[in-house]
Each structure stands twice: as structure tokens, then as C-alpha cells.
């Protein structure tokens, strides 16, 4: 416990580290502070996988034998494990970099918030009644990793409308470029990728986690159905999840019937993201309800 305890607290601060460095590539545009950001990103989001195991296997040694997915702190360190894991295979598949400064903050800052809830402190615990199933794992991932989504696709928006700023008269053109152009600015550092890359890497991103969230919130319906013998009561975890769920659907919608792209979408899906922290949070903290176990 003691080990798996030192080993997330180590990654908090690896987490930030990997945020400065992104932050160092962009202010003086040097690619050389990106690429060990990256590299120590990885190391953050390995040396967190190895925690997280250990807290599940210590979980089993102490006889309750459960993912440690079951209350506030485990779900926040989860969360910042699949916000580094999406973001990490996106610069993987993109090979761009100058985007991980958002990514790599909020795994920061959900780890250090992790820290000091009122749940660190406490050790491992068995589950209540309701979580004692196995739809534990299958819903709280698929959620979080759509959550994870969320969270890189607000990033990509942040910058999408940072590039506008400065480029305005080339977010209109910027659309209608081809796939595979070079960041604008490409042989002087790392910079942002144009306009086109950063709308088509918001919508996949959105997309991926809105198919993640739609899996999620089957799957808590069905788990909800065992636990609780309806599929839905309209909870307030479920009523927010809902709402989220209907604010990139909106968006999804209006980006393939109306064409909507650049900066609609890019503010859409900040909007998006604040209904995930509302959900999360929000829902947690100020509504009461089934899940308020979460809290604990």
C-alpha cells in the first residue's frame, strides 16, 4: 500500500514536469523540450500503471479483491491515467506535440487534487452493496476514457481558437486545405498544426469519446438494472451524463447535417467538457443521489 501510495505521488509531479516542458516547446519554440516532455510523459503514465496495479493486487492480499475504480481518489487517478493514454496515442498517430501542455495540466492537477481528497487518506476499502458487480470495470472505463477524450478535444479547441486569434485570416482558408499539410510556420520550432488539423483531430477526438461515453452509459444502465431494478432513474449522475451525452451529439450533429467547423465546434467542445466536470464534480459535491458514493 505504502509503495503503490509513493509511486502515484511520484507520477503527480512527473505529470507537472511533462506540463512545463510542453509549455517550454511552445513559448521559445523548441521541438528539444516537446520531445522530453513526451518521454516523460510516458514514463508518468507507465510508472501510474504500475501503481494502479499494485493498489488492485493489494486489494486481493487484503481479501476484498476489487479494480481500483470504487471511489473519489481511484477515479481521479484513473482518470488522469487515460487522459496521458489518449493523448499519448494521439501524438503517437499525429507525431504532433505542441499539444500536450492541456492534456498533460489536467493529468497534473487530477492527480495533485487525488492527493488531497479526503479519500487518500483512508485505506482500501470494501465495496458497497451497489458496486459489488462486474459491470464495475466495464462502465467506469468506458466512461473515463471518453471523459479522457473530452478533455484532450477541449485542448485541441483551446488551441484551435489560439490559432484563429492569430491567424484570422487564414481560419476560413484553413478548412478547406488539404489533409496532411505541414504545421504553418513548419522549420522555425514547434508550433500549433494549422487550422484544417487542428478542426479534423477536434472532431476524431470528439467522435472517439462520444462513442466511449454512449458504451458507458449502456452499460450503467444495464448495472443499474442489477443494483437498483430499473435501467434509468433519472439520478442526477445519469441526468447530467445525459445532458453531456446530448451536447456532443448537438455537436456531432450539426458538424455533419448544418457543416458546422472551426470556431463553433472549437467552442462547443469546451462547452462539452465543462458538462463532464460538472458531471463529475458538480454532480458529486452540491446534487445528492445514488451515486454519491463517489464522494467517499
Known amino acids: 500500500m505504502i509503495l503503490n501510495s509513493l509511486i502515484l505521488s511520484i507520477v503527480t509531479f512527473v505529470y507537472m514536469g511533462a506540463a512545463v516542458l510542453y509549455l517550454a516547446s511552445i513559448t521559445f519554440k523548441k521541438e528539444f523540450f516537446a520531445r522530453i516532455g513526451s518521454v516523460v510523459l510516458l514514463i508518468g503514465w507507465l510508472g501510474q500503471s504500475v501503481g494502479i496495479i499494485l493498489r488492485w493486487v493489494e486489494s486481493y492480499k487484503l481479501g476484498i479483491g476489487h479494480a481500483p475504480l470504487s471511489n473519489l481518489y481511484e477515479s ?20 504532433v506535440r505542441s499539444l500536450g501542455v492541456f492534456p498533460a495540466a489536467c493529468a497534473f ?15 482500501i476499502q470494501p465495496l458497497v452493496p451497489a458496486l459489488k458487480s462486474n459491470w464495475l470495470i466495464a462502465h467506469v472505463i468506458t466512461c473515463f476514457l471518453g471523459y479522457a477524450a ?12 489560439i490559432k484563429a486569434r492569430n491567424n484570422p485570416s487564414r481560419e476560413a ?14 522549420g522555425r520550432g514547434i508550433v500549433l498544426p494549422d487550422i484544417h488539423t487542428l478542426d ?3 472532431y476524431q477526438t470528439i467522435m472517439f469519446g462520444f462513442l466511449l461515453l454512449t458504451v458507458g452509459i449502456i452499460t450503467g444502465s444495464v448495472w443499474a438494472n442489477k443494483a437498483w431494478g430499473n435501467y434509468w432513474s433519472w439520478d442526477p449522475k445519469e ?8 451536447v456532443y451529439a448537438a455537436l456531432l450533429h450539426t458538424r455533419a ?9 472549437a467552442w462547443f467542445g469546451i462547452i462539452g467538457f465543462a458538462c463532464v466536470l460538472f458531471t463529475y464534480f458538480g454532480v458529486n459535491f452540491w446534487l445528492s443521489g445514488l451515486h454519491s458514493y463517489a464522494t467517499k
Open 109 to 123: 492537477l487530477a492527480m495533485a487534487y487525488a492527493s488531497f481528497s479526503k479519500s487518500v487518506e483512508s485505506a
Open 173 to 186: 482558408a484553413g478548412n478547406k486545405n488539404k489533409r496532411g499539410r505541414k504545421p504553418d510556420g513548419a
Open 76 to 95: 481521479l487517478v484513473f482518470g488522469a491515467w487515460a487522459i496521458a493514454l489518449i493523448y499519448l496515442i494521439l501524438e503517437w498517430r499525429t507525431k
Open 150 to 161: 473530452f478533455a484532450v478535444s477541449c485542448g485541441i479547441s483551446i488551441a484551435y481558437l
Open 257 to 265: 447535417v448544418r457543416g458546422w467547423r472551426g470556431k463553433k465546434i
Open 200 to 202: 479534423e483531430l477536434n
Open 239 to 246: 441526468t447530467w451524463s445525459l445532458i453531456t451525452w446530448l
